[in-house]
């Protein structure tokens, strides 16, 4: 948020730009959050208005020369005559004739194939180096590696596709090619301390989510104003981390509080001594796409046909409806449900198709082995569909409640069937799924922030 006068009143400082960060910024700005948000580990694909502290020196790519404006699919990449690309809902690969020249990992999400990292391999198969994609479709980092396949300098390249930044993993220090001037930075606290320096925002409160790089950066702010805050987003673990102590036993320069955004995590730290003063809980505000309406629709997506004792749960239960959905064709295992009355099955759905099963299924079963699909279990949530699993193929346990995931199929079985048509008990087991999940209201975002 921004005080009168145009002075930066507070940052977001991320780590990186995963789940928890991107809830974390929604929750900021469900609380009308106006100051910067500025990640240090670079993917290419951030949010409009998030700012990239090693992209922050190359320009806008919305309108390089370099890019053509979109993510590149995967088959759109710059490769030699007669190599051939080929891919699948995981990663692609590159071949000259038998021999294999580069690997393709793509953005989440990944069935869209859009081409994030591409790892250029030497005769011998050893990675070499890697071109860094961002959304625009450009190439704006390259990472370079030795002989034995050992990262040692990463490259950053502006809109017209010279190099700005160069860091060093072996030494750590980052030099800055700009506007003729040549600076170098020991390590990237200094290179971020350098980007909230142009940004007006010395003078800020950090908001920051790691004991890393944010946190020393936080340190290293002028004195004045124990006001920065800490959001803990870990898991659990048997300890309180080194540097959280010196936060909880009052030894930080700026640090005042600790807001812990997992349940267990919370739990854990209070058994292990953590002050209750310091340390909160605080979980996100969620936007949720719709309200539940009851109906005994239940919805799977997978890409395997290893669906944990799902033939025993259609007969167990044979009034709800079971809709299976799969981004890629199905196995004669999972067509053969098909046989089943109860079923309907949806091999290579479209991004319209799951997302109107999103919107009109009620329950969503996490029994899927193998990899998440489509952010299932969290898109579920949102849709305030009530989401069971087995203990052995849960995805994404943040937005399951303890009391919805079971060891037997008999005993989920009979947990459908008492709710099933019960709005009432529908009603209280959303309301477990959401504490679990520390469901927040914005009001609480809109105090800190005061």
């Known amino acids: 948020m921004e005080k009168a006068g145009g002075m930066i009143d507070a940052v977001l400082l991320l780590e990186n730009y995963g789940e928890d960060s991107d809830m974390l910024r929604r929750s900021f700005l469900s609380a009308k959050f106006k100051g910067p948000v500025v990640v240090i580990e670079d993917d290419g694909f951030f949010p409009e208005g998030v700012i990239s502290v090693y992209q922050y020196f190359c320009g806008d790519f919305r309108r390089a020369k370099t890019a053509p404006g979109k993510a590149r699919f995967f088959n759109q990449i710059g490769v030699p005559d007669y190599w051939e690309i080929s891919g699948n809902g995981s990663g692609g690969k590159v071949h000259d004739f038998h021999r294999e020249r580069a690997r393709i990992f793509y953005a989440e999400p990944k069935h869209k194939r859009l081409v994030r990292v591409v790892d250029w391999m030497d005769e011998e198969g050893t990675v070499r180096f890697s071109d860094h994609y961002n959304k625009y479709g450009a190439i704006y980092a390259r990472t370079f590696f030795n002989k034995d396949g050992k990262r040692f300098c990463k490259a950053y390249f502006d809109t017209e596709g010279r190099e700005t930044l160069l860091e060093n993993f072996v030494t750590h220090n980052i030099i800055l090619n700009r506007n003729g001037r040549v600076y170098v930075f020991e390590n990237k606290v200094e290179l971020t301390l350098k980007v909230l320096e142009e940004l007006g925002a010395m003078e800020s409160r950090i908001f920051y989510n790691s004991l890393s790089t944010p946190l020393f950066v936080s340190e290293r702010m002028p004195g004045g104003r124990q006001e920065d805050v800490l959001f803990w987003q870990e898991s659990a673990r048997d300890d309180i981390p080194g540097n959280m102590q010196q936060i909880l036993s009052g030894k930080s320069k700026r640090t005042r509080r600790i807001y812990v955004q997992k349940k267990a995590s919370y739990d854990n730290l209070i058994r292990l001594g953590a002050s209750a003063d310091m340390l909160k809980p605080l979980g996100f505000v969620y936007k949720f796409s719709r309200a539940n309406r009851y109906q005994n629709e239940a919805l799977i997506c997978t890409n395997s046909d290893r669906i944990e004792r799902i033939r025993e749960l259609i007969e167990a239960l044979p009034n709800m409806r079971f809709h299976i959905a799969a ?124």
Do not use: W
Request: glycine content about 2%; proline content about 1%.
């Open 327 to 450: 981004i890629t064709e199905m196995s004669s295992k999972l067509m053969n449900l098909s046989q089943y009355e109860n079923v309907t099955l949806y091999p290579e759905a479209s991004v319209k198709r799951i997302d109107e099963l999103f919107d009109s299924c009620d329950y969503y079963l996490d029994i899927n082995h193998e990899s998440e699909i489509v952010a299932a279990v969290k898109q579920a949530f949102l849709h305030n569909q009530l989401i069971l699993g087995f203990k052995q193929t849960l995805h994404n346990k943040a937005f399951i409640a303890n009391e919805h995931v079971f060891e037997e199929y008999e005993e989920m079985a009979a947990f459908l069937d008492r709710v099933m048509g019960s709005k009432a008990r529908i009603r209280k087991e959303l309301s477990v799924q959401k504490s679990e999940a520390m469901s927040a209201k914005a009001a609480a975002y809109v105090e800190l922030l005061k």
